[in-house]
């Protein structure tokens, strides 16, 4: 079966520091990727999304990801995390014509001060 | 609405007794999903509406649970017989077309459910 995998779960950054959350999937075919993000408290809110064309995808607040189609990769990162960046980051999977999403386990980030 | 609206947004329920969970859509949004978030677990797809309309009902645990929309737009959750392990925080999305194609899914602030 289609799979997402998250393989940080907890990250912990001083403000300033760049960030780098890896995220992986096992399907050969056409996807389109996503990372979205929880704040504490919040409701879950879409960062940035790949559907085709460059990929190297910008996001909101300075994050970007890169969709790596021979690793299988779609890598979140920012150059310097702020305080403001601590939450809950998932990445998710549309898969072929499939209607659904499939999440990854997630990534706690905690950035401090 | 502004955004999806779940309600309640926490219900404890003793085990055995039958919830029922609400999602409000945002209006004129024809694809709905309900997802369930465990600690350490992810968001669990459980299923997917078009309209009235479930296409996807694979994710669905067991013949406890069951959801229904009505009108393309207030959708149901209902789980049956509670168990401990329902305990979870489900999630309510919309999204303005046809399965997610170029289009981002809305959530809600999602339904926190404690089975004593």
């Known amino acids: 079966a289609q799979s997402v995998s998250q393989h940080n779960h907890h990250v912990i950054l001083s403000e300033a520091a760049s960030l780098e959350l890896g995220c992986n999937y096992s399907?050969?075919?056409?996807?389109?990727l996503f990372w979205y993000v929880q704040y504490p408290g919040q409701h879950l809110q879409l960062l940035l999304k790949y559907f085709s064309g460059d990929p190297l995808v910008k996001g909101i607040k300075g994050f970007e990801a890169e969709f790596i189609k021979s690793k299988f990769s779609f890598n979140l990162r920012k150059p310097s995390v702020q305080w403001s960046d601590t939450a809950e980051y998932f990445c998710a999977v549309k898969i072929g014509t499939a209607s659904k999403l499939t999440f990854g386990t997630g990534t706690r980030l905690q950035v401090t001060l | 609405g502004a955004g999806v609206s779940q309600s309640p947004s926490n219900k404890v329920t003793e085990k055995g007794k039958d919830v029922e969970l609400r999602c409000d859509p945002i209006s004129g949004h024809t694809a709905l999903y309900w997802y369930r978030q465990s600690l350490g677990q992810g968001l669990e797809f459980l299923i997917y509406?078009?309209?009235?309309?479930?296409?996807?009902k694979s994710g669905l645990p067991s013949d406890r649970f069951s959801a229904e929309r009505t009108g393309g737009s207030v959708s149901t959750l209902t789980i049956q017989r509670t168990q401990q392990e329902d305990s979870a925080v489900y999630l309510c999305a919309s999204s303005p077309y046809r399965g997610w194609a170029n289009t981002e899914a809305f959530f809600g602030q999602g339904t926190r459910l404690t089975v004593v």
């Open positions: 509406f078009q309209g009235n309309s479930a296409p996807d």
């Open positions: 399907y050969g075919g056409t996807v389109n």
